[in-house]
């Protein structure tokens, strides 16, 4: 009986032929292999093994046979009388036999299938071979033994070879491969040098940067150099898509119960990743913590999991695993921290490569239009290839486009807000920087409420510059600071400044943040909120202050610009007041109080106190800035 959910043409079978039989075996085989019905040449394809005993394949003495011949006669009353006769050394159907078997025996080696053949041979004279070769005293007689002991061989042998690592290679990767990839040399040299040693790999890195198109052709490299193993790809953005891909990958491997309902699934692939060595798997998106790392509520009576998903990886293994994750904690805990590769956003020659690949070649380029562009959208992959798309698909000009990216930060926002499509991401995929990185705000809000207020805040300061003090909050333990800015670092949405004391954003991360806080409708409190922390933090213009002002001015000077700013009686108007106040003194003693900077602070605060102030020391002032540009208007 054959196993379950074996098919008929996988069917394997062993002969056992004794004596004559094995050269009515032999002539079967041969006869089956050129039989027109297909079921009777299914006897010869699926034979994988005979064991003769004591079969004359070469013919024997025909005086001896003959009186093996009587015992037979004497067993089988209606024995043909003249088929001794067959086992005359020279004899024609002996001959055809023999020629037909090792006929069949070439063509099965020649197609990568042999048959398997062992010989045993009686000691004792012939009649008694008739009788009692196939008898045994026992278990422990050694006739039995040896012929037992080599169908056991071959059973075992066979059990390996049915097994799904022994079958046809599976290709599990649901993208076809990007003939326009740009090679990231170095990534592919770290991947290759860490599978040396590790049996898990992660890249990590902002959303859009390329760590699952790296993934892609990694696998078709990899199949390449390994074309005898196994490659899957696994989606892990949700528990439900990672058991969906388990599911699949089960059925596909025909692994024992894959078809029953209440097996364990990721039981059956996780058992089966640890015991074979022959496959490589892409765990994309692996960047929720709580995805892995939760232990489900599910009771065992549901037919879930009750352990955390990262039991269900493959643990100690020889095949290869390969990560993807926004979250570069995630890689190293899945991982392991040497075996974590830091996906960087492009070169500037690898960025141009992949402009030119996009743009149709027809397509007038300028070079400085193209360098520019490529230093707007920060070497991102993503952000390049959307770029490109609504070039084309507009008939624009790099430097139309251009322009409008020029234009504010809402129109910024819009062009990178376009989903255009992409058949090289995942069809659940955003295909737009500013949804890709949505993403990532939601998920540092779920998992560190406080690294997604620190964010919040940095995203209507300058960009760049950003102190920890103004980071802080006054019930903030020293280790809470740490967590929530090793948050966005990991996430790579801040990146620490040369100094190493100050933090700054992308200007595109910087945009896609403010954005999500306007979808939020939180945009405005974050900004009173920036309003409150620089009041309080900006120091007296005093030259011994000097160094923290400057360091203040560029997030002073951004915050009071934003035209939504509270009511004028409001007691964010007046922090607004002092602070102005404090950057125009500090802008005079600095730069002078004729420099335009100065001049259009100084405006600035005159059109936040009111248009009359007769009676205001600041603005009558013979040495105020406004007094000193009254006068030179005057004067001209």
């Known amino acids: 009986m054959d196993p379950p959910g074996v098919r008929e043409e996988n069917r394997k079978i062993i002969f056992v032929a004794h004596s004559l039989g094995g050269l009515v075996t032999q002539d079967c085989l041969w006869t ?291 990560i993807t994750t926004r979250d570069q904690r995630m890689g190293e805990r899945l991982a392991g921290r040497h075996a974590s590769i830091i996906v960087r956003p492009l070169t500037s020659p690898e960025a141009e490569e992949l402009l030119r690949s996009q743009l149709q070649r027809h397509h007038a380029r300028n070079d400085d239009d193209s360098s520019t562009l490529l230093n707007e959208l920060g070497y991102i992959p993503l952000a390049i290839t959307q770029a490109a798309a609504f070039i084309s698909q507009n008939s624009l000009t790099l430097t139309e486009y251009l322009d409008m990216f020029r234009t504010d930060d809402s129109e910024i926002q819009d062009l990178l807000n376009e989903d255009l499509g992409d058949p090289r991401r995942d069809s659940e995929s955003l295909n737009s920087v500013l949804r890709t990185w949505k993403l990532s705000f939601d998920l540092i809000s779920k998992q560190q409420l406080r690294a997604a207020e620190m964010l919040s805040l940095m995203a209507v300061l300058d960009r760049q510059g950003i102190p920890k003090s103004l980071l802080q909050n006054n019930v903030d333990r020293k280790i809470d600071v740490i967590r929530a800015l090793g948050t966005l670092q990991a996430f790579s949405l801040i990146t620490l400044e040369d100094n190493g004391a100050t933090y700054q954003l992308h200007r595109l991360v910087q945009l896609a943040t403010r954005k999500w806080l306007e979808l939020q409708g939180t945009k405005e409190k974050w900004q009173e909120q920036a309003l409150r922390v620089l009041n309080k933090e900006f120091p007296l213009a005093d030259f011994e202050n000097w160094t923290i002002c400057e360091s203040l001015l560029p997030h002073a000077q951004t915050v009071i610009q934003y035209e939504d700013i509270p009511e004028r009686h409001s007691a964010q108007y007046s922090q607004a007041i002092a602070l102005m106040r404090q950057v125009v003194n500090l802008r005079t003693k600095i730069i002078g109080a004729n420099h335009p900077n100065t001049l259009n602070s100084t405006r600035l605060l005159k059109d936040w106190s009111g248009t009359s102030h007769s009676d205001n020391e600041y603005f009558t002032d013979a040495h105020s800035p406004l007094a000193i540009e009254n006068s030179a208007a005057d004067s001209g």
């Open 32 to 322: 089956s292999r050129n039989h027109p019905e297909k079921h009777l040449r299914q006897v010869s394809a699926c034979a994988v093994g005979i064991s003769f005993l004591g079969t004359p394949h070469h013919g024997a003495d025909l005086a001896a046979w003959a009186k093996f011949g009587t015992i037979i006669a004497r067993i089988v009353k209606h024995a043909n009388s003249n088929i001794v006769s067959v086992l005359q050394p020279g004899s024609e159907m002996l001959a055809r036999i023999q020629d037909g078997f090792h006929g069949l025996l070439r063509m099965r080696r020649d197609e990568g299938s042999e048959i398997a053949l062992t010989c045993f041979f009686e000691e004792l004279p012939l009649p008694v071979v008739g009788k009692d070769m196939t008898k045994f005293n026992d278990r422990d007689d050694d006739g039995y033994t040896k012929i037992v002991g080599e169908l056991r061989r071959w059973v075992k042998g066979l059990q390996a070879n049915d097994s799904p690592e022994a079958a046809k290679p599976l290709f599990l990767v649901p993208f076809s491969r990007d003939a326009t990839f740009v090679d990231r040399v170095k990534i592919f040299e770290d991947i290759d040098e860490k599978s040396k040693t590790y049996h898990g790999i992660s890249l990590s890195g902002i959303g859009g940067v390329g760590k699952s198109q790296i993934a892609i052709e990694y696998c078709y490299r990899f199949q390449n150099l390994h074309p005898t193993k196994h490659i899957f790809w696994v989606h892990s953005s949700t528990t439900q898509r990672l058991k969906q891909a388990y599911k699949v990958i089960a059925r596909r491997l025909e692994l024992p119960g894959w078809n029953d309902p209440a097996a364990d699934t990721l039981l059956l692939v996780s058992e089966w990743f640890n015991d074979n060595r022959e496959w490589f798997m892409v765990l994309d998106n692996a960047d929720d913590q709580d995805t892995f790392f939760a232990t489900s509520t599910s009771t065992v009576a549901d037919g879930e999991q009750t352990r955390p998903l990262s039991d269900y990886l493959p643990r100690d293994s020889q095949g290869l695993m390969l």
